[in-house]
C-alpha cells in the first residue's frame, strides 16, 4: 500500500541486532536506537488502531468471520485514500465483499469509523 518501504526495512534490519550493538555504532548508533525506539512505537499505535477500526467494521458489516474484516479494512483504507469503489485493485475474495462495503459505506460517513485519541 505504501511505496515508501525503507523505514520499515531499516527497522527490521536494526531488529536483528541486539539492542545495546545499535547503540555502539559509531557516531549514529544513539540516532538508530532513537529511531528502533520510535518506530516501535509507532508500530503499536498502529495495530491499536487497526483492532479498533476492525472491532468497527464488525458492527457495520454482515460478514461474522473476523479474519475477513482485514479485506474490507483493505477496502476501507483504498476508499478513504480517494479510489472509487469500482477502481479498487481487488482480489477475488474482496469483490465477493465489495457490494456489502459499499452499501456499508453509503450508509455510514468516514465518521462512523471515527475513533477516539
Known amino acids: 500500500m505504501l511505496s515508501n518501504k525503507q523505514p520499515r526495512r531499516l527497522f527490521d534490519l536494526l531488529m536483528t541486532y541486539k539492542e545495546r550493538d545499535v547503540c555502539e555504532v559509531p557516531g549514529i548508533g544513539n540516532r538508530l536506537h532513537d529511531y528502533l525506539t520510535d518506530y516501535y512505537g509507532f508500530r503499536q499505535e498502529i495495530l491499536a488502531l487497526e483492532s479498533q477500526?476492525?472491532?468497527a467494521?464488525?458492527?457495520m458489516v454482515?460478514?461474522?468471520i473476523a479474519e475477513s474484516w482485514h479485506?474490507?479494512?483493505g477496502y476501507v483504507i483504498a476508499?478513504?485514500?480517494g479510489a472509487a469503489g469500482n477502481t479498487v485493485n481487488a482480489d477475488d475474495k474482496l469483490l465477493v465483499m465489495i457490494t456489502d462495503a459499499n452499501r456499508g459505506a453509503n450508509r455510514?460517513?468516514?465518521e462512523a469509523l471515527a475513533l477516539p485519541n
Open 53 to 55: 477500526m476492525l472491532l
Open 57 to 59: 467494521i464488525g458492527t
Open 62 to 64: 454482515r460478514v461474522r
Open 71 to 73: 479485506i474490507y479494512l
Open 79 to 81: 476508499r478513504f485514500a
Open 108 to 110: 455510514r460517513s468516514c
